[in-house]
């Protein structure tokens, strides 16, 4: 199991981390995923067949794009 913090810059609300939740959450391998409004970090736990590429396209996709 993995667990990795990402900076997406573009959460402003609610409904931003809501989103993400639900969205990454969706995908296959996903553990547990926790969005913070206040610091704008996204908290993933992961094992396989999810990955860092996996989830970092779907941020992006969703339009929530991870800081590099
Ligand atoms: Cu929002």
């Known amino acids: 199991m993995t667990t990795v913090t990402?900076?997406?810059p573009a959460?402003?609300?609610?409904?931003?981390?809501?989103?993400?939740e639900t969205e990454l959450g969706d995908l296959q391998g996903i553990q547990s995923v926790k969005?913070?409004?206040?610091?704008k970090k996204v908290e993933?736990?992961?094992?396989?067949?999810?990955?860092?590429?996996?989830?970092?396209?779907?941020?992006?996709e969703i339009n929530y794009p991870v800081e590099a």
């Open 6 to 8: 990402y900076l997406v």
């Open 11 to 20: 959460i402003s609300c609610g409904h931003c981390t809501r989103t993400i």
């Open 35 to 39: 969005a913070d409004q206040a610091s």
């Open 44 to 60: 993933i736990t992961f094992d396989m067949p999810a990955s860092e590429d996996a989830i970092k396209a779907l941020l992006s």
